[in-house]
């Protein structure tokens, strides 16, 4: 399994991804003509730093026959920082204290209030692990965490492309009618539209309708039904184990949700993250007698140039400041000897 940048020649299995990933997937949206100049962007962005960056890589089964569509199991990307070109909406759960000393009373209401706090942070994003590469059923039941985890290596080995601070839009709670009780009770009621419909039209970049026709003024969450309130902060049942993967890097709920669906956005110093901090490079060794461990714990990324970027996971830990890889995983990683690699213990 190999992490590594987006290509042309991907658009027809990522056209694929983005029809399987369903309702609230909001950034691989079903439209050839966006994806391709989405992968553009991401090419044009390896090779420069500008400042709304779009990285996006794919997983690749390199041990998959068929096509290139049947062996990409999934996409994520990291945006460099939102907020850029258009506003970057949020509600921030918030409250409001009343009292009457008179009558003895005191009161408090939670309230969602419309807000752009996160602009230019960075965003890790698009993940998406397809069907047949999920869970102990495949042969690599890792593949969730490679995906995962390969930003933040990517994140480390060039981190002055990036920010201070860095966030994950959750995608929210839908019913068995792919329907969410949020957006049928607060934000259909601003803007009258199937949710769908607003869904690809923010993941096409059109985002203007959100501060044009959503209100100013705070929400009381009291007003909404017991459906819409149990959304709040609560994550599509696909979306828990990235959830839990980034809860354990450090990432954490701040009180920020979707306008849409009202899954949380986590966030974290840069810095702080614990895949950034625990990572560490060593030289590359090639020696073909080395062994492969039955369940590989390390993740190495090449190092050395955003576009020539890689990440997959080592059957072995570094030795000093070496790392010794066989032949075949130097080819996979396109390495040579004495090449640096940063290393990440799982």
Partial sequence: MLIRPVETADID????????????????????????D???????????????????FVLEDDQQPGERAERLAGCCAIEARVGLDAPFYHYRIGQLAHSSSRLGLHRTLDTLF?????TGSAEVCSL????????AAHRNSRNGTLLSRARWLFMAAFRSRFPERVLAEMRGRFDDDGKS????????????????RADHLTGMGEKSFIGEMMPRHPICTSFLPQSARDCIGQVHHQTRPALAMLNRDGLRFEGYIDLFDGGP??????????SIRHTRSAR???????????????LAATASSPTAFRAAWLGRGPEGD??????????????AEGDSLRLLET
């Fill in 13 to 36: 299995a990522l056209r694929e991804i983005a029809v399987e990933t369903g309702p609230g997937f909001t950034s691989l949206p079903d439209n050839r003509d966006f994806l391709a």
């Fill in 38 to 56: 989405k992968i553009d962007h991401a090419r044009q962005s390896l090779a420069g730093e500008a400042e709304d960056a779009l990285y996006f």
């Fill in 114 to 118: 419309l807000c752009s706090d996160h």
């Fill in 128 to 135: 998406y692990l397809r069907e047949p590469w999920r869970g």
């Fill in 181 to 196: 009780p949020f957006w049928e009770a607060l934000g259909q009621k601003f803007l009258p539209i199937e949710f769908q």
């Fill in 265 to 274: 956005t986590v966030e974290a110093y840069i810095d702080d993250v614990h």
């Fill in 284 to 298: 590359v060794r090639l020696d073909d007698s080395v062994e492969r461990a039955a369940r590989p714990a390390w």
């Fill in 322 to 335: 070496d790392i010794r890889l066989t032949p075949e995983e130097a080819q996979r990683l396109q390495v």
